[in-house]
């Protein structure tokens, strides 16, 4: 270990779909974070591990602040806003190709005002979408929101320009300290609770609009065997909580064609992930308002 070794935790904010999830996979270098081009899919605290010789940092992954209208919708802003205060360097992510708006500022507002001391840092992402010239111009428009003490960088978390000097930006903003996981840890998050989210995102696809926080998984039971080939078999008890009887029928689809498409996208994820093979077993229930209900809540794990 040198001596500056430096460790701690960042957390990347933006508006919906500015790419944060996708950076931090790049920054991580595996498939952790859970993308999508729709947006608001990433509820869980998932963090990525970005482990080097001379650091190590630590990627928090929140979902956006917005105005809350349930008892999830709380709970999911306190847990945001602790996230934001806790962490070392908070980066703020805002694509090359779209301008600053009112929903920027409003999370720059937000920042200031629960975590002033946070160090902030200004990320455009993106940057392959455009020309030199308007990155340039962003990069200026960002700073100015920013103001003179925050860096700005320039990345591309699809082609992986600037990549590596992104992790290095960040490492000089962690305090000296040892690591703080083992390596070879990508994520601190239980696997079930990685398990819940790719099923959930499986169950979500296409169907967002109609069932944007309605849906909940919980996995009820992990169970190893082996099958004819003597190969190891994960099988994953889960169920679908939905809250009324027609978002039941929109999730199975008819004849329960849509369920099974849904299970065997998961499976295909959850294999991926685990490096495994998995038998993936779905109840779809409904249970009655259960985002305003507090021990339902307690029982979904939020
Ligand atoms: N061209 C290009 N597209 C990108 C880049 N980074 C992300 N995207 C795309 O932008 C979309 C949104 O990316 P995400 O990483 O899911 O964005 P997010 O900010 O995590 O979104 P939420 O989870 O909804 O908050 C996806 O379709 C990505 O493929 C990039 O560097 N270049």
Redesign the pocket.
């Known amino acids: 270990m040198t001596t500056d070794f430096r460790s701690g935790f960042v957390c990347l904010v933006?508006?919906?779909?500015?790419?944060?999830?996708?950076?931090t996979n790049a920054l991580v270098g595996a498939k952790i974070?859970i993308?999508?081009?729709?947006?608001?899919?990433?509820r869980h605290t998932i963090r990525g591990i970005i482990h080097r010789e001379d650091g190590q940092i630590v990627m928090v992954d929140t979902p956006?602040l917005h105005r809350p209208r349930t008892l999830l919708g709380q709970r999911l802003n306190d847990l945001v806003r602790d996230t934001y205060a806790e962490v070392d360097a908070v980066g703020v992510?805002i694509p090359a190709n779209e301008k600053i708006g009112p929903g920027d500022r409003w999370i720059l507002e937000q920042l200031r005002s629960v975590a002033p001391r946070t160090p902030v840092l200004g990320v455009v992402?993106?940057?392959?979408?455009v020309s030199r010239n308007e990155v340039l111009e962003q990069l200026v428009a960002v700073s100015k929101e920013l103001g003179d003490k925050a860096a700005v960088i320039p990345?591309?978390?699809?082609?992986g320009e600037n990549v590596e000097r992104f992790t290095e930006l960040l490492r000089t903003m962690m305090p000296e300290g040892p690591a703080l996981y083992p390596e070879g840890e990508l994520t601190d998050e239980p696997e079930t609770v990685l398990m819940a989210e790719l099923i959930r995102e499986a169950a979500l696809e296409g169907v967002r609009e109609e069932l944007p926080h309605s849906l909940a998984v919980v996995i009820e039971e992990l169970k190893d065997s082996t099958n004819k080939k003597g190969q190891p078999v994960l099988t994953i008890f889960a169920n679908l909580y939905v809250e009324r009887p027609s978002q039941k029928s929109i999730i199975i689809g008819k004849g329960g064609t849509r369920l099974r498409a849904v299970g065997s996208a998961a499976r295909a994820q959850l294999e991926r992930i685990f490096g495994t093979k998995v038998f993936l077993d779905m109840h779809v229930k409904v249970a009655k308002d259960w985002q305003r209900d507090p021990k339902q809540l307690g029982k979904l794990g939020f």
């Open positions: 933006g508006r919906p779909n500015t790419g944060k999830s996708t950076l974070a993308t999508s081009s729709r947006p608001q899919t990433t956006g992510c992402t993106k940057i392959d979408k990345v591309s978390a699809k082609t």
